[in-house]
């Protein structure tokens, strides 16, 4: 573990964040904000959005703990698979998504988990059984220490939810009724990655639909929810490019480990056929980051592709170079990725991957299953809503996804592609004050406690 520690020059007042706060620049100045960053991409979100860099402007000081602590295995373990599989049997009934992900557990002790959840269910909510077992687990120690050694006014935790690792901190954090506050990390953390086990005091989310959804499926009150926009778009509220800018790449974004084993061969089909079709244009291929270490040099020699080197190596914090390079895109390509939300803010088009053998079961620690082709996708809720944006197209086989991009390539000016970023701005709310609003915040509850 590593601590990042940053310190106010000066102090700002907060009067030109885009809300009144209730709270004065004397009580903001030197306030301690905690950010344990249990993920690579809340680096990304955080540290590489700027945000810090803004919270230490405005008279804060911000430490940021890499790898903070999440317990022993077991409890790590007991938080991402029985625990999060109780969340999941308790929600069944919101929606298809839970639904679909316990159908995938196919092993024998899986499918024993479920059924005995599932006969609790008639008894007792098992999440809520969940949530009482985890107020008695005695609360980790370094957590405790790092609490202590830190002493925060406040806990900013950016959170996925379903791993459960920042829920150590926010114990501590609680034992000693120091205020947590929850940066959702994605637009679907909410609608099928279970419940909070330890509810944050206040909720920071993405768009409105996120609020819609921490009301409706989680209970959180109305005053308890931030709709402040996810901080590393803010990099998207920029004049996009001129009608007439170049646009020579057709934009590949990987899936991770858990999907699909042959994307390279389709990444090196589809390059080689757009190369043969429309010779101007480029494949530009970005790996999962989840795929870093893995080699990439067959590909180096394709005809027709790109690789993005930078994320080939692991988890890139720089949001302006994504948005960038999806400036110079004429559409994305894409299999279950919130880039899809990305590329829309900036009016690019999607088409959806819709074919191949999958495997999976990187989520909770199990080993891996096969689950059948990439198109069981749609049955995520929030996923099938995504699908029905203008702009949006799904591709059922190689030679549909080939046909699909070069249409795309061709809706340049096309009104569909504004229909398409107003969708996108319910999901993820894009103006470019998404950090102010989150120093607002904030500075609300350090005025107030909570």
């Not at 549909?400 to 504004?418: C, H, M, N, T």
Request: charged content about 25%.
């Amino acid at each position: 573990m590593w601590l990042l520690v940053a310190r106010a020059g000066k102090t700002v007042s907060l009067a030109a964040a885009p809300r009144r706060l209730r709270a004065t620049p004397h009580e903001i100045a030197g306030a301690r904000v905690l950010i344990p960053l249990t993920h690579p991409v809340h680096r990304r979100m955080v540290v590489g959005s700027g945000l810090v860099d803004l919270m230490t402007a405005h008279g804060l000081h911000v430490m940021c703990e890499e790898s903070p602590p999440a317990g022993s295995p077991f409890r790590r373990w007991l938080r991402g698979g029985p625990m999060r599989t109780a969340s999941y049997v308790s929600r069944e009934g919101e929606g298809q998504s839970y639904r679909y992900k316990l159908a995938r557990r196919l092993a024998k002790r899986q499918r024993l988990e479920i059924g005995c959840l599932r006969a609790l269910r008639a008894v007792t909510d098992p999440e809520g059984v969940a949530a009482r077992l985890e107020a008695r687990l005695p609360i980790d120690a370094n957590a405790t220490r790092l609490i202590d050694s830190t002493d925060p006014d406040v806990v900013l935790v950016p959170t996925f939810l379903h791993t459960g690792d920042e829920t150590e901190i926010i114990k501590a954090a609680r034992a000693q009724d120091i205020p947590v506050v929850a940066l959702v990390s994605s637009w679907d953390t909410l609608t099928c990655k279970g419940g909070f086990l330890v509810r944050p005091d206040r909720l920071m989310v993405w768009g409105q639909a996120s609020r819609e959804h921490a009301l409706t499926l989680h209970g959180f009150r109305a005053e308890q929810i931030d709709v402040v926009g996810p901080p590393h778009f803010d990099a998207y509220a920029v004049p996009l490019p001129a009608a007439d800018a170049p646009r020579p790449y057709i934009f590949f974004a990987g899936t991770s480990l858990s999907y699909m084993p042959e994307e390279t061969a389709l990444v090196r089909y589809l390059a080689a056929e757009v190369h043969r079709l429309s010779p101007g244009l480029t494949v530009w291929y970005r790996p999962h980051p989840r795929n870093a270490g893995r080699s990439f040099t067959d590909l180096l020699d394709a005809p027709g592709l790109a690789l993005d080197s930078a994320t080939a190596k692991g988890f890139d914090a720089d949001a302006v170079r994504l948005r960038q390079t999806l400036d110079q895109s004429r559409c994305l390509v894409s299999f279950f990725s919130t880039l899809v939300i990305e590329a829309a803010l900036r009016r690019v088009p999607s088409a959806i991957v819709a074919f191949g053998q999958a495997t999976g079961g990187a989520e909770s620690g199990y080993v891996d299953r096969p689950v059948g082709a990439l198109a069981d996708q749609t049955r995520f809720d929030h996923m099938r809503e995504v699908l029905r944006w203008p702009g949006i197209l799904t591709s059922k086989n190689p030679m549909d996804l080939v046909k699909d991009v070069l249409d795309q390539s061709r809706w340049r000016g096309s009104p569909i592609l504004d229909d398409l970023q107003i969708a996108a701005q319910r999901v993820a709310r894009c103006d470019g004050q998404a950090q102010q609003r989150i120093v607002a915040a904030l500075g609300e509850v350090l005025a107030h406690g909570r």
